[in-house]
């Protein structure tokens, strides 16, 4: 199959923001304990965080990290994991049916964000808490000193305050299960209360409020337009949340699901827009897709687990090749809209839903999701091109016609250099490309890396790491992606 790919330098849809390729990690499965923080893991350091999992989180190069949930937040108590560590409660965490320990809490978690080379994007809990916790919270983590919580936090050995910038207000409150689920209008007044007063705290703070959970909520679009109704002058994003799956078992339906995310980004700005005209407003809201990801593999496996424990195996899918491929599509997506999305959070980052997967005292590993989304980190830079295709498109059922080749072109001025990410929809035929990026004067390619792999259902194990990797391809004279492949093309100028 022939396609052509077309971009110019002058039809730029925006500069890329490096938190575009944040993550999160929820207080949720083995996720923080078990998979960054373990103390009697050889690779521990003082402070008892995994440099194992702390090398791989680095090769990702995520900027921006969400913690500590997702629906964890909502019935969070922030103060029970700062102190000493003997003095802190145990309690039964609603959310997710377990018994969290608070070993890891605020203070440890901005160290092992500063090692991580990641600014915290902390979440509020809205849920059972609101005005006056938020409040308490954020003294404790950005006043100097000489109040009540700033005290503490220097009493607790931290006499600089951690300067936390992103805040959510609450996590997906629009959803039944939420602890403290609320209405539209009941979310609304208690988001724009709180982020006034943070905001009067510190004016340096920027505010998601909780947009709909997903694009299939029956309150979406509602939903939004009450929130930013009563918070549009207080807040700086709305987040958009959704995962994707492929239980019915048909490729090639999964790999058009990217159009939905595309469909859900343009809705919510659509929404924005029309809040921004009836308030005469000038500001132009952003929107953090704070949680995106495929999750399906785990749903049988959890309904078996005991419930009351601590840090049980939850949501721990092993990611095939053909979620690698989706992660693709949906990365490029993302990019697409950096106009509006100016922060995405990868669901999540270790073990549940994750990357990087590990065992107790043991090894950890890349999962197959792991490459294309370090791809993005590491090439996604600079100003991302309207880009149009030429190529064959396919029935791909509710998602509509589809074009066999998702792709996007990037221009970085400060490396002079085009990154185009691609991905092949094709199960059967490679595709042969033409690139014709213009504006630039001429292009040279300096390289093609490609992830493939014949086994569209090939997982990457503890035992066998590298089933899934990312290879070299020798530059010629054409391009040619091969079937049911992510790829990543990069031209000097
Ligand atoms: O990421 C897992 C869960 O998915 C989060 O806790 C919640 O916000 C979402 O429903």
Redesign the pocket.
């Known amino acids: 199959m022939k396609a052509k790919l077309f971009a110019d330098r002058h039809f730029p849809i925006g500069e890329v923001d490096r938190r575009l390729f944040g993550s999160?990690l929820?207080h949720?499965g083995r996720a923080v304990y078990g998979g960054i923080y373990e103390p009697e893991h050889p690779t521990a350091d003082e402070m008892g965080f995994r440099r194992d999992v702390l090398e791989m989180v680095k090769k990702l190069g995520v900027p921006v990290v969400r913690y500590p949930?997702?629906?964890?937040v909502s019935g969070y108590c922030w103060e029970d994991g700062t102190g000493p560590k003997e003095q802190r409660p145990r309690r039964m965490e609603l959310?997710w049916s377990a018994v969290e320990t608070n070993q890891v809490g605020i203070d440890e978690f901005q160290q092992w964000a500063k090692l991580a080379g990641a600014d915290v994007m902390m979440a509020v809990n809205l849920g059972t808490r609101g005005v006056e916790e938020a409040k308490n919270l954020l003294e404790y983590c950005n006043f100097p000193g000489g109040t009540r919580y700033s005290e503490q936090r220097r009493a607790n050995g931290f006499p600089e305050p951690f300067g936390i910038k992103y805040w959510c207000l609450g996590?997906?409150m629009d959803?039944p299960w939420q602890i403290g689920h609320k209405t539209a209008q009941e979310y609304a007044r208690l988001a724009a209360e709180t982020g006034r007063v943070m905001k009067m705290m510190d004016p340096s703070v920027e505010l998601v409020a909780c947009g709909s959970?997903n694009s299939g909520m029956p309150t979406f679009v509602d939903w939004e337009e009450t929130v930013l109704n009563e918070t549009y002058d207080i807040v700086d994003y709305i987040s958009l949340?959704s995962?994707y799956g492929n239980p019915e078992g048909d490729s090639r339906k999964f790999l058009a699901c990217s159009r939905d995310m595309d469909k859900f980004i343009t809705t919510v700005a659509a929404v924005c827009d029309v809040v921004k005209q009836r308030k005469r407003s000038d500001k132009t809201m952003m929107l953090s897709f704070d949680?995106w990801n495929v999750?399906f593999h785990s749903a049988e496996q959890d309904k078996k687990l005991e419930k009351w424990t601590v840090a049980p195996p939850q949501?721990e899918d092993v990611y095939s090749f053909e979620d690698a491929l989706v992660v693709g599509c949906l990365l490029i997506t993302l990019l697409r809209h950096a106009d509006r999305v100016k922060m995405a959070c990868l669901?999540?980052l270790v073990n549940?839903?994750a990357p990087i997967m590990t065992e107790n005292g043991g090894r950890c590993w890349a999962q197959t999701i792991f490459y294309p989304f370090m791809d993005a980190s590491r090439y996604g830079r600079g100003v991302s091109l309207h880009t149009a295709v030429e190529c064959e498109t396919y029935d791909a059922g509710q998602y509509g016609k589809t074009p066999y080749l998702e792709a996007i072109a990037l221009a970085d001025e400060e490396s002079r250099s085009v990154t185009v990410f691609a991905v092949n929809r094709s199960l059967e035929e490679e595709m042969e490309l033409s690139v014709s990026v213009t504006g630039f004067g001429a292009l040279r390619m300096l390289g093609h890396t490609v992830l493939h792999c014949d086994d569209l259902k090939a997982v990457n194990t503890a035992d066998s790491p590298d089933t899934v990797q990312p290879r070299e391809l020798p530059v010629g004279d054409t391009v040619v992606l091969p079937p049911q492949s992510w790829n990543v093309l990069r031209f000097a100028y």
Do not use: D, K, T
């Open positions: 999160f929820e949720l949930g997702g629906n964890f959310a996590n997906e959803g959970s949340h995962y949680e999750w949501l669901a999540q549940v839903i």
